[in-house]
């Protein structure tokens, strides 16, 4: 058959793209050595900015009154980023930015770290396109950003929004507001204080967390929840999987319980329960409160005290 000679260039093109991935995946991985470093004064509830292509972000708190930043990468890091550290007011901003055309950035296996050493009282804001968020021991306000990565954070207090398409989302002694949202993976909060709003299209959501407003949802997973304190509204749905609810013993509610494929089971002992129907149960904990509800298209309802 004839070809033309824009479908064998194109033909070959397609096969050099393929080799230059293959051999990007298939190749060692290398060191990763310090590219960039810079250390500015800072003061309580200054702020962190960082925008990063695939890279691995790490923050945590020092007791010095300096934001230092370090950026790590490999050899095709450094030929293929553009790399900057830059203090604008009260804001630090860290860029590491693919440059050049996707042609040049296919195959460049560019692998990129960044650490950055923080006050304790210090607001962060991270978008990264392929990399694990990591925070730790920090007061402040949070917004975090992947597309590809894990997002963590262990002993926090503040307004957080965090949200990832592709990574699960760990939540350990985290104190204030929560914003918690993933397409693909699992919501896990230890140990967390605040309203909380949970939502994977995909996972499991285990939630470990007291004395707020809480909303779990998601399309194909169980949710777990163990809840402390006073009853703000709690409400979880699922449309594939089981729920499963401790509450303490004197805890007050009004209650709406629903099944379409599963079965309701309540163990908490004060309970009036006002309608019953096939895979329905309403009825009030304690005299009635705010609103529990828990609903599940596809698995069991449990609820227990402590």
Known sequence: MYQSIEQVLFRRFLLVLVLMVLGASLSPAEELKLLREKSFSAKDWDNVYVNASGADVRVNSWEKQETYVKIFGNRRAEEKLELRIEQDGNTVRVLAKKKGSLFNWFGSNISVRIEISVPKNQNTHVETSGGDISIANINGVYKLDTSGGDIKLNNTNGKLKAETSGGDINLSTH??????????????????????????????????????????????????????????????????????????????????????????????????TKRVTRGEMDAEFNGGGEMLKLETTGGDVVVNQK
């Open 175 to 272: 104190k204030g507001d929560m914003i918690l949202s993933t397409s693909g993976g699992d919501i896990v909060c230890k140990g967390t204080n605040g309203d909380l709003k949970a939502e994977t299209s995909g996972g499991d959501i285990e939630l470990n967390t007291a004395d707020g407003k809480v909303r779990a949802e998601t399309s194909g997973g169980d949710i777990t929840i163990d809840y402390t304190g006073i009853n703000k509204g709690i409400e979880a749905e699922t449309s594939g999987g089981d729920i499963h609810v401790k509450l303490p013993a004197d805890l007050k509610a009004k209650v709406h319980l629903e099944t379409t494929g599963g079965d309701i089971t309540n163990n908490f002992d004060n309970a009036k």
